[in-house]
């Protein structure tokens, strides 16, 4: 018997030292990244960032006109990110997605399998908020998808990519993946990059659990701007 | 003390004056064409006196060529990089944080052909030193020197902490594009079937290195008295010696690098062990036992490509055995007739039938000629599942009944493709 397990434990850790446990990485630090923005930061990217997948299926518990669900839908989320965003940070700025809009697209390695894709910052250029001022840090949204049952890897591992869901069932949750990178803009580098999910169990659907849902995501996102100082 | 702590502070000022962050020996040409590139056109040297810088720290670096970069210093997006990565090197980050990212900018490093880049920017009291070559979008070395308004000091400073390596002869053009378009030695396809054939040689013996001594000296020191007396007749080293040569031919095939068989045969001689006190032995010229061994093993095994002229092959192997021994007796020729003793000396079974096990490797030169280092362990004994007899009880004690011995053997094979 001990032989066995003797025998196990070892598959195991050479299992380990290959790489066959299938664990991502899904947040990656810049080793200068000190200090976590306090009291003040900027934001971009919440004009385009928000995608309501399922629209017919949020249409009908939102009650909300099918055809004007991304519209009126995203836009509250829009507003509710920024709102919860200035309970933490009292000291927020909202860029426009205009002063971002030309960089142009590019992904972020996390991880063997993950990247990020989105607009980043020129090396060399910082960006501006419409004053001409030099905001010091910026969180970029890069994308937020709200659906019902969604996994990140789904959407950010490049071999899973392809796969679709297999038909139509009965939602356990609502989901919400989010990625964001944490800029600094006076050194063009990227500070800490994550991509997040928030599974909320759903009973009745209202238009106040998609705006505790942006909350728990906003909150989220700041304990990890503070857990992904490098040490 | 203040004055100590002082003249300390100034030596550790001195000695970190210059400072290599990262550097992953980039290619450094004899002949080289190094190209000076300062953000705002004024550079901190002066080209044809960091020439001489090189020279005088380099002997290897033939005559080098030195310009500034004016190209870079007038291009937007140099300059936008250029500055970036002043306000971004730093000591600690690697060069992986200092690719440039701007498809433009990488554009312009691939088409550096064999020239170097030298960035210098000035830095508080330091220069900022980076080295890019055509190989990759990031520095390939980096850090800072000491400023000085000695435009020749400053130079010999970044000669000899940045450039002072062996060099290389640079390729001509036609030599380039046939290392780009050439092979890699190292790629090789395994092949579906390789086959092997060798001779060796090896020893074997019954104690195993690094083992209590008593383990076996009840087998190895025993002696045969009367041609057939041990104490204890289970182990073949009771009757014959253990420890001697042995000569073995073999021949294998492997399977996609990673599966085989191998089929084996070895010669050893053994003497038997008789008893010098015993008077019986003196009408005795010889008396010694042929061994035969012959076997197949099946083999696990990876082929690691070292370089172009060697690879290794660790391997473990798993096999059975039978073994013959093939008396060979004469008493001296002025005995007219042996003993009695002599006529009912012990027999040894027909065969034994054993098992080998073990690792080893083979380390194949120029694709075809190996060496092949073993070592393992191999047994004889009879056959276990013998139909029990009614006179088990009365029936005389096998011989041999299990041996164990361990062996390291040396072979010279040869290696084909199939």
Redesign the interface.
């Known amino acids: 018997m001990m032989f066995k397990k003797s025998i196990l434990s070892i598959g195991f850790a050479i299992c380990m030292l290959v790489g066959c446990a299938d664990s991502y990485h899904w947040t990656a630090s810049?080793?200068?990244y000190s200090k976590a923005p306090y009291g003040g930061i900027a934001v971009t990217g919440l004009e385009n960032a928000f995608v309501i997948t399922r629209s017919s299926w949020f249409a009908k518990r939102l009650e909300i006109d099918k055809d004007s669900i991304q519209i009126k839908g995203t836009l509250h989320c829009r507003n509710t990110f920024e709102a919860e965003m200035r309970k933490s940070y009292g000291n927020l700025l909202v860029l426009p997605d205009s002063v971002n809009a030309n960089s142009?697209e590019?992904s972020l390695k996390l991880d063997e399998r993950i990247f990020i894709k989105g607009h980043?910052p020129?090396?060399?250029?910082s960006l501006k908020d419409s004053a001409g001022n030099v905001p010091p840090v910026i969180l970029i949204l890069h994308e937020f998808i709200i659906g019902t049952d969604l996994k990140r890897e789904n959407f950010f591992d490049y071999a899973l990519i392809h796969n679709e869901s297999g038909g139509i069932r009965k939602p356990d949750n609502v989901s919400a993946i989010f990625s964001y990178t944490l800029w600094d803009n006076?050194?063009?580098?990227p500070l800490f990059s994550a991509v997040d999910e928030i599974q909320q169990p759903i009973t009745t659907y209202k238009l106040n659990n998609l705006t505790n849902l942006i909350q728990i995501a906003v909150q989220k996102i700041h304990k990890n701007l503070y857990a992904g100082v490098s040490k | 003390m203040k004055k100590l702590l002082v003249i300390l502070m100034l030596l550790i000022a001195w000695a970190s004056a210059s400072e290599v962050y990262f550097d992953s020996r980039f290619t450094l040409w004899k002949d080289a064409t190094i190209l000076i590139w300062s953000l705002d056109g004024n550079s901190p040297v002066n080209a044809p006196e960091f020439c001489l810088s090189l020279r005088r720290n380099n002997s290897g670096i033939g005559d080098p060529k030195c310009r500034e970069l004016g190209e870079w210093e007038r291009d937007s997006i140099a300059?936008?990089?250029?500055?970036?990565?002043s306000?971004?090197l730093?000591k600690?980050?690697?060069s992986y944080?200092l690719r440039?990212?701007?498809?433009g900018?990488a554009a312009k490093i691939q088409a550096l052909e064999d020239n170097i880049v030298l960035f210098l920017a000035p830095q508080g009291k330091n220069i900022q030193v980076a080295v890019f070559d055509e190989t990759a979008q990031e520095p390939k070395a980096a850090g800072v020197v000491k400023a000085n308004t000695d435009k020749i000091a400053l130079s010999d400073d970044i000669a000899s902490t940045f450039f002072d390596k062996r060099t290389k002869r640079r390729l001509t053009k036609e030599e380039r594009l046939k290392q780009q378009t050439e092979p890699d030695d190292l790629y090789k396809e395994v092949p579906n079937l390789k086959a092997w054939a060798g001779f060796g040689i090896g020893y074997s013996q019954a104690h195993f290195p690094l083992t209590p001594d008593n383990w076996t000296s009840s087998h190895t020191r025993s002696r045969v008295r009367n041609y057939r007396i041990t104490k204890d007749s289970v182990s073949l080293w009771n009757f014959i010696d253990d420890a001697d040569p042995f000569f073995s031919l073999y021949a294998g095939l492997t399977w996609h690098g990673f599966i085989g068989v191998e089929f084996m045969y070895r010669y050893s001689n053994r003497d038997m062990k008789t008893d010098n006190a015993d008077t019986v032995y003196q009408e005795l010229d010889h008396w010694n036992f042929g061994q035969h061994d012959i076997g197949l093993n099946v083999l696990f095994s990876l082929t690691y490509p070292i370089n172009p002229w060697l690879s290794i092959t660790p391997l473990a192997f798993l096999g059975f055995q039978y073994t013959f021994y093939n008396e060979d007796i004469d008493h001296k020729s002025d005995v007219k007739t042996p003993s009695r003793a002599y006529q009912h000396r012990v027999k040894f079974e027909d065969v034994y039938k054993g098992a080998l096990l073990g690792v080893g490797g083979q380390f194949v030169f120029k694709k075809h000629y190996g060496v092949d280092l073993r070592i393992g362990l191999s047994s004889r004994g009879r056959d276990l599942y013998e139909a029990p007899s009614p006179d088990a009880g009365a029936a005389a004690t096998t011989i041999g009944r299990f041996t164990l011995d361990c062996f390291v053997s040396l072979g010279f094979e040869y290696h084909w493709t199939l």
Do not use: D, F, T
């Open positions: 810049h080793p200068s142009p590019e980043i020129e090396q060399g250029v006076l050194k063009q580098r | 300059m936008r990089y250029g500055s970036w990565l306000n971004n730093e600690g980050l690697s944080y440039a990212r701007h498809p900018m």
